[in-house]
């Protein structure tokens, strides 16, 4: 099993900026993809930002292209997302999800992602 944990969430005012942070248990052998979501109350969870691990290929929401930037650390474990010019639409929890065949990194359907964490929370007032 992979276990993976977010965090680095909080409360921050528009324009602000967030790294998170998704630790991953133990390595993965395979061509797998790590991928940012998000949901904010009454909508459906959200794709946010994908990377595929064997490239280094990343994907973003239109919402997200130009301010956020997603990357990892293999050797720790860990996939960052850095936040910037936050805003009050942004808010939601954030969680990562890992697909292990990658079919779906580019889409970031997540549905079809294997494993998740619990989320952490970002709250963006105006």
């Not at 650390?73 to 936050?86: C, F, T």
Request: proline fraction near 2%; charged fraction near 20%.
């Amino acid at each position: 099993q992979v276990y993976l944990e977010e965090s680095g969430g909080g409360s921050v005012q528009a324009g602000d900026s967030l790294r998170l942070a998704c630790s991953i248990s133990r390595s993965t052998s395979g061509n797998y993809c790590v991928g940012w979501f998000r949901q904010a109350p009454g909508k459906e969870r959200e794709g946010v930002a994908s990377i595929y691990f064997p490239t280094d290929s990343t994907y973003y929401a239109d919402s997200a292209k130009g301010r956020f930037a997603i990357s990892k650390d293999s050797a720790k474990r860990i996939v960052y997302l850095e936040m910037q010019g936050l805003k009050p639409e942004d808010s939601g929890i954030y969680s990562c999800g890992l697909d292990l065949g990658s079919r779906y990194c580019s889409t970031m359907t997540h549905r079809y992602f294997d494993y998740w964490g619990q989320g952490t929370q970002v709250t963006v007032s105006a």
